[in-house]
């Protein structure tokens, strides 16, 4: 046999032979050859010591497993044989996936991209996520989704038409298999070494894994090829034959003993266990062969044997802490059926193993994403979980488990009696709790419970009830809070954070996945074992916290999960099950303990909001708000007041309504007496807890969430409730409303009743654009008719996160309300009807009707009326709301008779006769006794004369009523209930623990005083009308008009409005009602009683009063001054902010329209004063200078380039505008003189600087001081001072720079003329001579210093390479160049932003804002002092002619630039900047007239180089024959033909032929000529309208050469339009053939020695769009699926974050150090290279684009948005997401106007970072 070392043909040969062999008639002896080779090529004495040796033995491997032939053909072979059904591709963390909910039957189910895109989903539910455990893909497993949705490839059933696999092809991996994988067992063994001190050393463990890493890597390309390998390898990983073989660690084999002996070692040391008194939750049945969990040892992990490979590579799965290429493998093979089934009960077995492992884990984090990942595979297949949970008690172990792992972290509870108690909760500071450890664990068992077989046998098992409920106890009122009375507490812990996570997770989604499955009849028996297990629960903790019957003063927990389970079952039984709710209720005793704990939440809540548990610090208060918010609602605070209204409703009602009132400790203030003591409150919180305890019952009386509401109700009334707080987004609305938690509940989010119900309470509001301001999203708003019939104040009470969404709710009513028309004032909380509650509740209407609710309701009123202190309007509206419940759900009526017959039975407190609200309410009270403090004024004085005249003397009460307490009423009614037995219903109350609670007559100092009172609640709520409406007798009784009102009660105007409308509305109620309660009604109006004249207040009632009052109009003012204050800022920003609006008048005051010539007058807004500009005190506009580089964007279409998404689009930037000229400019360079080439155009495409105002202007020395005190301002601003940048001090618009203003008037206002008297001659000569004048360099002044250093300011405002363009470095004719272009950049711009012509007419866009002016005077200023030798000044070559042609040639250098070759525009701004300003109109219209004459020539040889030779011949014919006519020099004709015979003298028209233009006609020749000049015309007239002011004209497009020509005085005033030719404008200064012939001559002489460059460097038709950004798709996922797996082409890596840049479509690594250059991230670099400084990115994975300015960044939003027009940020919700044009429009202008630093607000540095 070849050696191990055999070279690599070798290897190929002996694999072939021993497959031959192994075929053939030895074949044992063969397959014992090719064991022993297998042993040496694998041996691990080798050590996996290098890289080379496992190499080495995988190449082996490949070679044996293919039986010699090459690898490839091998693996191609295989993969014919696989039946593809499922696709079973595994990814992990931050892969892309998708999930349809409309094809998913398990909530888990997900689909790589491929699998998506290839199947039909469209119109689905669907989106997009970012996996976060890792997955796998569902596609073709019908147990997860519903076939429709599979993808094209796994739609085909297999098993039919796939080959049978030939025997010889997989015969050889059958043999080499199992030795492969027990080599890589024996590494894995051979590297764990038992940590010391439970510490294993990670570096290690990482070592060995990376070692190992091509062996699991050569595995997993295994399972890759399809099906029959994997049912190879599973045959290998699950036979336990082999595995027998292989590890019994017997023979002579040293290694393999050693190996043996440390796998047993560590099995060893995962046993698990734990001390015996906790296992007796004995599980008996043990399956005769599945000893998995036997709980009656000492450990349940002593059974952990392994029999097969697939079992001890889990182990050691475990054991490494789940590696991800391990895991990755273990679920390739998931497809195989036989392997599923195998490695599911596998995963079971050693289920206590990973809990235990996952506790010690360092990494816990990490490795729970690794469980889910494997979990969630096995246990979402119902069929599966339900095969495991029968043959490996899977819910047993789960939940021994889960009660294991939590009860090594519990602490005694404190709760109630601190020192006996017996009850144990989770500590929820341990990191267990606090790392969220235990998810993996408790997702899983929700993930099995949400399978009804699973659930059923769960439901139906009592010993795994009682274990559940103990387990749940756990969290039984875990992290206690205790009221601090005295310091603040210095440590805030934030433990809630975890009990709040542990409850919802551990406790109420298991139990709302129990839920789920308890919808119908036959599942009765399910509810009554949870309730009957859920009560021992509950009594055993009663028991274990000693509690009697008061709970302990001053603590809370918010956790009480047993009473939550109870609840929601009780529910359920009713809603779904028909239960009859008294059988599974317990006695009244048990009833009275259920109700103080979750009555004790409610009261803290009101003391929290009351501001008493302050110094427990903020967290105190997030518990209040977590308790209520929408995630945890329903699982909370929702199941409490059920369970409150559930013993509402079987309770005694005055024992009820008086322990409420106790535990809001406000029953001191329930008196009649003007003053008391509270013996438990201070006085300043008694207000808010007596509006708490009210708002309370209000809630508990109202809701019907539990009670009798359908599903569809339920989500209505929520969705109403927080769409009147505020309007909402979708995806807002979606997270808002309480949904079932359960997520397999089938209630998904986005259902149909969802978006059906959506529809109908609220319209949309698509997103509107203001310009400047923020960018809306698509909100929903509720409907008219929802604000008029469905606002419902109670549920947004009960939902409300923050307080202030209650004012929110109500100021939006109000503000409907006006609006319609319906109510002007300030309106009351409207009352709405109630849905008829369940007939198993109707119990709760009692609370309405007992007398001690009656009583507590007369005395409020009465104190209302009386003024006494402490009371609010809010107690007023809650009183008359419980009144209004009470009548409108009042029992059965008695008739009229019967009720005044029974006035004769008196009760027990003489307060009111019966228990019922109609007839109490007409029950006059006289006297009352109370017991008042000695100082109080009742009891010095008699009882006060008899104000009220008695009631009608059927309901006269002569009697007193006594002195009411409602402490020792509880008292008694527990007694009561308590013994059973009336006769001992008077004995003392038994001992109980701490008595907190003294009755109001134990304090001695109380005295007892008699009340004349005389009122009932009828004449009250009359007298309360009175006061309400500050008119006497204000109430008349509705009825008396219109008998009608009676009948039909529900009238439109009574249900919206203020107090009085309510009191109406309840009266009206009553009087229909009643009779006798109507006659009443009339009789106390008959009797018109002026309001009770109040008593003498004492001063310090008064004064809360007042302060109250006081307060209530400061209120007022303050909201009359902000809507002022807003209005008028709104005004202002409109002004300052709009970028398009052409007349903004902000506070500038440069004198443009002023036709006298006065000096311009200045304000300065920092120091206020006015004055001109002078040269020591300069005034200087506040300007922004930026680097620009959005001219050269501009392309040579109209249509915008697309973003690249495929690989064949590409975008080249050649045709850029910026590309042409720096083309351009090198080739003159190459050919011509340096600095003639740097005059001869402009630069500043890229990087040119762009000089815009806000328009205010400042003293240039108040500007430094200003300066000095930003720098020494610590605020943190979003702009660096050091950097000279501030904001302007009036409108805050951002600022750099200061331009200084020319001392004298403003603009030149010379005659307004077309023509001067002077003579082209005189004029030229002029000029010249004004050239000649040396700028003398001005005197030092303040100005031109100020001039010099903004000089300085804009030379470095763009990068060195975008001005340096000479060949000889810091030439003066580089900065004589970049002068001149920052004119002619910032007169482009402008011309870009009037949409590239000027058409439009008008003032210039920025109106007053523009800085042109100013900035010419610096530029001149500074141009003149470059003299321009005469000999070279352009302007002679333009008007004399030469008279020496010859000397050009003999000189040795470059020639200069030929005329024709030189750029006109440019030519125009060097003339008028080296001309001594100001410049007289005169010599602006010559200097024009000049270079006109330039152009023309220019386009006529233009011209002529795209004809076609004949037309030239033809042309030069026809000129020559008019040339002598007397119009010659103005006919274009003529001077075509000269210009075509001078050229043809050089080489010029000798070269290949360009592209021709036919231009037989005349029109066309003209247009041309038209087009050419035309972008020359806008320049100069732009430049006189800022030079000599005056308005730009406007005209139709076609007429735009004419009207500019004729405004820029080009044109003879008697030329009649309609024979117009542009020729006509031509005003030679000298005979136009001369001039033409010298300037064509230059490009003969050029062409002789150049011939192939003359044509390329004449001016071509420079007709350029308007800058664009790049096209985007209509759909956001075509860049997705384009971009997010691009490698970047710098660094050959898929970015972690992905950006497009969309200007020209580079592609970019955000942030990534990868492509970092010199600490520049490569987005910066790129929008420095790219933008001169501005970069807009489109982020890929967050679908918003980030904008880089300079230093700066900010992110600017999205332009994607979903269907309810939101944006998606970050993608979270993966929903689809299309363009937004109106946005993208947006964000274009912004670009071209330079705007982003105004308009967005957000900036911050980024350090060169991103």
Not at 558 to 563: A, I
Not at 1548 to 1560: H, R
Request: charged share 20%.
């Amino acid at each position: 046999m070849a050696g191990a070392g055999a070279s690599g043909r070798d290897k190929w040969e002996t694999a072939k032979e021993l497959k031959k062999a192994l075929g053939g008639e030895g074949g044992s002896a063969a397959a014992d050859d090719l064991r022993t080779l297998l042993e040496r090529v694998l041996a691990p004495e080798a050590g996996p010591g290098g890289g080379e040796a496992a190499a080495e033995a995988l190449e082996w491997c490949r070679c044996l497993l293919s039986g010699g032939e090459p690898w490839d053909s091998f693996v191609q072979a295989v993969r014919a044989y696989d039946p593809a059904t499922l696709c079973g591709l595994v990814w992990t963390a931050n892969f892309v996936a998708y999930r349809c909910r409309t094809c998913g039957i398990s909530p888990c189910m997900s689909l790589c991209a491929e699998c998506f895109h290839q199947g039909e989903h469209a119109g689905h539910d669907y989106n997009m996520f970012r996996s976060q455990a890792g997955g796998a893909c569902d596609c073709g497993d019908s147990n997860v989704m519903r076939e429709a949705g599979f993808c094209k490839r796994h739609r085909i059933k297999s098993n039919s038409n796939v080959p049978c696999v030939p025997k010889d092809l997989l015969m050889m991996s059958e043999l080499v298999l199992p030795q492969f994988i027990f080599s890589l067992i024996q590494h894995l063994r051979e590297g764990y070494n038992e940590p010391a001190l439970d510490l294993p050393s990670e570096k290690d463990l990482h070592k060995i894994l990376q070692v190992l890493e091509p062996h699991v890597s050569f595995l997993e390309d295994l399972t890759k090829m399809g099906g029959a390998m994997r049912s190879v390898l599973t045959q290998v990983l699950t036979s336990q034959q082999f595995y027998k073989n292989l590890t019994s660690g017997v023979g002579e084999n040293a290694y393999a003993k050693k190996s043996h002996e440390k796998y047993l070692i560590a099995l060893k040391g995962s046993g698990l266990a734990f001390p015996e008194d906790k296992l007796a939750c004995g599980v008996q049945e043990q399956g005769a062969g599945t000893s998995t969990l036997a709980v009656q040892d000492q450990s349940i992990m002593d059974v952990l044997k392994h029999k097969c490979f697939l079992e001890e590579l889990l182990f050691w799965t475990i054991k490494y802490e789940f590696p991800q290429k391990m895991v990755t493998f273990l679920l390739n093979m998931l497809p195989d059926q036989d392997y599923k089934i195998a490695f599911t009960k596998t995963f079971v077995q050693h289920y206590a193993f990973i809990m235990k492992t996952l506790k010690k884990s360092h990494e816990s984090d990490t490795m729970s994403n690794r469980i889910v990942h494997i979990s969630v595979q096995l246990f979402s297949n119902e069929e599966l979980a339900r095969q495991v949970t029968e043959e490996c008690q899977l819910l047993e172990i789960m939940v021994t488990v889960l009660l294991y792992m939590m009860e090594s972290c519990l602490i005694k509870s404190e709760l109630q009696d601190e020192e006996n108690s017996l009850h144990v909760v989770v500590n929820c500071g341990e990191a267990l709790l606090k790392n969220n450890t235990y998810w993996p664990l408790v997702s899983d068992f929700i993930n099995i419970l949400s399978h009804q077989s699973v659930a059923k046998k769960f439901l139906d098992d009592h010993s795994l009830l009682v274990t559940w409920m103990n387990f749940v106890s756990f969290f039984q009122g875990m992290n206690l809070n205790k009221r601090e009375l005295n310091e603040h507490v210095e440590f805030e812990s934030q433990t809630y954070y975890a009990a709040f996570a542990a409850e919802l997770e551990a406790c109420a989604q298991p139990m709302w996945g129990l839920l789920s499955h308890c919808k119908v009849r036959e599942t009765q028996e399910y509810t009554r074992n949870v309730v009957r297990y859920c009560l021992e629960a509950l009594q055993d903790w009663f028991d274990a916290i000693n509690f009697v019957d008061e709970p302990a003063p001053n603590q809370v927990t918010f956790h009480l999960p047993l009473h939550r389970y109870f609840a929601m079952f009780l529910s359920k039984a009713v809603k779904c099950q028909e239960l009859d709710l008294d059988t599974i209720l317990p006695d009244q005793e048990m009833l009275m303990k259920l109700m103080i704990h979750p009555l004790q939440i409610q009261a803290s809540l009101s003391e929290i909001h009351s501001n008493m548990w302050v110094r427990n610090g903020l967290q105190i208060k997030g518990q209040a708000m977590t308790y209520v918010q929408s995630h945890f609602c329903n699982s909370m605070i929702d199941p409490d007041i059920y369970l409150l209204q559930v013993c509402a409703s079987r309770l005694d009602p005055d024992y009820f309504i008086s322990s409420v009132f106790e535990r809001f400790k406000v029953v001191d203030l329930l008196t009649m007496a003007s003053q008391h003591q509270n013996t438990v409150l201070d006085s300043e919180h008694e207000r808010s807890m007596l509006e708490g305890a009210l708002t309370f019952l209000v809630l508990l009386l109202s809701l019907r969430l539990h009670l009798g509401m359908t599903d569809d109700e339920i989500l209505r009334a929520e969705m109403v409730a927080q769409l009147c707080m505020n309007d909402r987004t979708h995806s807002s609305l979606l997270d808002l409303i309480p949904e079932n938690p359960n997520p397999k509940s089938g209630i998904i989010p986005g259902s149909l009743s969802f978006e059906s119900v959506l529809s109908s309470v609220a319209d949309f509001k698509a997103p509107v654009f203001e310009p400047g301001g923020s960018m809306q999203q698509g909100m929903y708003t509720p409907k008219a008719e929802v604000w008029d019939k469905e606002f419902d104040p109670v549920m947004v009470i009960l939902r409300t996160v923050y307080r202030r969404d209650v004012q929110s709710a109500m100021d939006r009513y109000t503000a409907f309300l006006k609006q319609s028309g319906k109510f002007p004032g300030n309106p009351w909380p409207p009352y709405k009807k109630r849905t008829p509650l369940h007939p198993s509740y109707k119990g709760l209407i009692k609370l309405l009707h007992c007398k001690t609710l009656h009583i507590v309701l007369f005395t409020l009123l009465y104190k209302m009326l009386m003024d006494h202190q402490n009371l609010s309007e809010h107690v007023l509206c809650m009183v008359l709301y419980l009144i209004e419940l009470g009548l409108e759900n009042s029992p059965e009526q008695e008739s009229d008779e019967e009720e005044s017959a029974g006035g004769q039975e008196r009760c027990h407190d003489s307060w009111f006769p019966g228990s019922n609200l109609v007839s109490n309410m007409r029950h006059f009270i006289n006297y009352v006794r109370v017991r008042v403090p000695e100082t109080a004024p009742e009891v010095k004085k008699e009882p006060p004369a008899s104000t009220s005249s008695d009631g009608l003397a059927s309901s006269q009460n002569s009697g007193t009523a006594q002195v009411f307490s409602l402490v020792a009423e509880r008292r008694k009614k527990f007694q009561e209930i308590i013994n059973r037995n009336t006769s001992e219903a008077n004995q003392v109350v038994r001992p109980k623990t701490s008595m907190k609670w003294s009755a109001p007559g134990a304090t001695p100092q109380l005295a007892t005083a008699i009340l004349e009172v005389k009122e009932s609640i009828l004449s009250l709520l009359i007298k309360l009308h009175h006061k309400l409406s500050g008119k006497q007798n204000s109430y008349y009784p509705p009825w008396l008009d219109d008998v009608d009102v009676l009948i039909h009660p529900e009238i439109p105007r009574y249900s919206h409005g203020d107090g009085m409308t309510a009191v109406e509305r309840i009266l009206l109620k009553a009087a229909v009602q009643s009779r006798l309660n109507k006659r009443i009604i009339e009789e106390i109006c008959r009797k018109v009683t002026p309001p009770v004249p109040p008593k003498k207040i004492s001063s310090a009632e008064k004064k809360t009063l007042d302060k109250e009052e006081r307060r209530q109009k400061a209120r007022e003012r303050q909201q009359k001054l902000l809507a002022e204050f807003a209005s008028r800022q709104k005004s202002f920003m409109e002004t300052a902010m709009d970028v398009e609006s052409p007349d903004a008048d902000t506070a500038m005051e440069v004198a443009t329209s002023e036709q006298h010539v006065s000096e311009a007058i200045y304000d300065c807004v920092i120091c206020g004063q006015s004055g001109p500009s002078t040269e020591d005190r300069p005034t200087g506009l506040v300007v922004l200078l930026q680097a620009s580089s959005v001219l050269g964007q501009c392309r040579n279409s109209t249509e915008p380039k697309k973003l690249p998404t495929t690989e064949e689009e590409q975008i080249y930037p050649w045709d850029t505008c910026a590309a042409l000229h720096d083309v351009r400019l090198t080739t003159l360079q190459r050919y011509f003189k340096d600095s003639s080439c740097l005059q001869a155009v402009s630069i500043g495409w890229e990087g040119g600087v762009y000089v815009q105002t806000c328009g205010h202007t400042l003293h240039i020395d108040c500007h430094k001081s200003y300066m000095e005190s930003l720098r020494n301002d610590q605020v943190l601003q979003g702009f660096s001072v050091d950097k000279g940048e501030f904001t302007c001090p009036l409108c805050r618009q951002f600022a750099n720079s200061v331009l200084p203003c020319y001392p004298g008037n403003n603009v030149e206002r010379g005659l307004w003329q077309s023509h001067s008297n002077k003579c082209m001659q005189d004029l030229v000569q002029e000029v010249e001579d004004l050239q000649e004048q040396l700028g003398t360099f001005p005197s030092e002044t303040n100005l031109s210093k100020e001039m010099e250093s903004v000089m300085k300011d804009i030379k470095s405002t763009t990068q060195k390479k975008y001005t340096d363009y000479s060949k000889s470095p810091g030439s003066p004719d580089n900065d004589f160049l970049f002068m001149y272009s920052v004119a002619r950049t910032n007169l482009e711009l402008e011309l870009v932003h009037r949409g590239g012509n000027l058409c439009s007419g008008g003032a210039s866009t920025a109106g007053k804002r523009s800085c042109l002016n100013q900035l010419f005077h610096v530029l001149a200023m500074h141009m003149r002092l470059y003299s321009i030798d005469s000999a070279y000044n352009p302007w002679r070559k333009l008007t004399q002619p030469m008279q020496d042609k010859n000397s050009e040639l003999v000189s040795e250098e470059l020639p200069e630039v030929p005329v024709l070759y030189r750029d006109v525009s440019s030519l125009l701004l060097i003339q008028i900047l080296t001309m001594p300003q100001p410049l007289h109109k005169e010599h602006f219209t010559c200097i024009i007239k000049v270079l006109f004459t330039l152009l023309y020539t220019q386009a006529l040889a233009a011209l002529s180089v795209k004809c076609s030779a004949e037309d030239r011949i033809a042309w030069k014919e026809s000129g020559a024959l008019k040339k002598n006519t007397s119009s010659g020099e103005k006919s274009w004709e003529v001077l075509l033909g000269h210009v075509i015979s001078e050229l043809s003298k050089g080489k010029i028209y000798e070269e290949g032929e360009t592209e021709e233009l036919t231009m037989v006609n005349r029109d066309s020749v003209e247009c041309y000529l038209q087009q050419f000049c035309l972008p020359f015309l806008r320049i100069t007239s732009l430049l006189q309208h800022h030079l000599f002011g005056g308005d730009l004209p406007s005209c139709q497009e076609d007429e735009e050469f004419t009207v500019l020509a004729n405004c820029l005085g080009l044109l003879p005033s008697f030329q009649s339009a309609h024979q117009f030719t542009s020729a006509s404008c031509l005003d030679w200064p000298v005979p136009a053939f001369d001039m033409i012939s010298q300037w064509c001559s230059e490009l003969a002489s050029f062409a002789d020695r150049h011939p192939d460059q003359v044509k390329a460097l004449l001016i071509q038709e420079p007709k350029w769009g308007l800058p664009r950004l790049l096209q985007l798709p209509e759909n956001y996922n075509t860049i997705f699926q384009y971009y997010h797996r691009k490698t970047c082409t710098v660094c050959t890596k898929v970015p972690k974050d992905p950006a497009v840049c969309l200007v020209c479509g580079t592609f970019v690594c955000l942030k990534g150090l990868c492509c970092k250059q010199q600490s520049y991230c490569e987005c910066v670099l790129h929008s420095q290279n790219c933008g001169a400084g501005t970069g807009i990115f489109l982020l890929i994975n967050a679908s918003v684009i980030i904008i880089i300015r300079g230093h700066r960044f900010c992110l600017w939003g999205s332009v994607y948005l979903d269907a309810h027009g939101e944006e998606d940020r970050d993608l979270r919700r993966g929903k689809p997401l299309y363009i937004c044009k109106e946005r993208y429009k947006v964000l274009e202008q912004q670009w071209v106007s330079h705007t982003f630093d105004h308009i967005n607000k957000r900036w911050g540095p980024h350090y060169n970072g991103l």
